[in-house]
């Protein structure tokens, strides 16, 4: 990476256009999201709202000054036991890929996640998804579960990964 390189900061409602467009983007290609067709800024707005800086945040990824992308923690499951829990979900605009910016973010999101009181970070990926299987494995996530073919995609059947580490207060990251 060049320049002034990766930094992240808290999104905004003024973002949430950027995030849309960002995710709407994967939509098509049918490895990222079981979306199957764009959402609308009106439609996310509820997930926007139950994101707060201190505990579940939504980052903007930027690159050079440019957006490059976001990532998400988010509630799993929604019972008390699993508030040390989290989802981390990381997207970026496909003219920031293979730059080495999600693994940055991974990096980020395990180095930042016992500030939020979490210890366990788990990514779903779809399992035809090689490149994220390959980033957050190379990041110290675990394959710890594996869905085959929950997922129905333009009629193929599609298995659903679920990777986990835990990123404990004294865990060792590398960016």
């Known amino acids: 990476m060049s320049g002034a390189g990766p930094s992240r900061r808290p999104a905004t409602?003024?973002?949430?256009?950027?995030?849309?467009?960002?995710?709407?983007?994967?939509?098509?290609?049918?490895?990222?999201?079981?979306d199957t067709t764009p959402v609308s800024v009106d439609s996310r707005r509820a997930w926007f709202d139950a994101h707060t800086p201190a505990r579940r945040p939504i980052w903007m990824v930027e690159h050079d000054g440019a957006v490059a992308g976001w990532a998400s923690f988010s509630d799993f499951y929604?019972?008390?036991?699993?508030?040390g829990t989290a989802e981390f979900t990381v997207y970026l605009d496909a003219a920031f890929h293979r730059r080495g910016l999600g693994r940055w973010v991974v990096a980020q999101a395990c180095a930042a996640a016992p500030a939020l009181g979490l210890h366990t970070l788990l990514a779903f990926v779809f399992g035809h998804n090689l490149p994220s299987l390959r980033l957050f494995e190379g990041c110290g996530f675990v394959r710890w579960a594996h869905l085959p073919r929950v997922a129905i995609l333009d009629g193929v059947a599609r298995d659903l990964d679920i990777l986990g580490r835990r990123v404990d207060a004294d865990a060792t990251v590398s960016a």
């Open 13 to 34: 409602l003024d973002d949430l256009p950027r995030i849309v467009a960002i995710y709407n983007a994967t939509v098509p290609g049918r490895m990222v999201t079981a």
């Open 78 to 83: 929604g019972r008390p036991a699993y508030d």
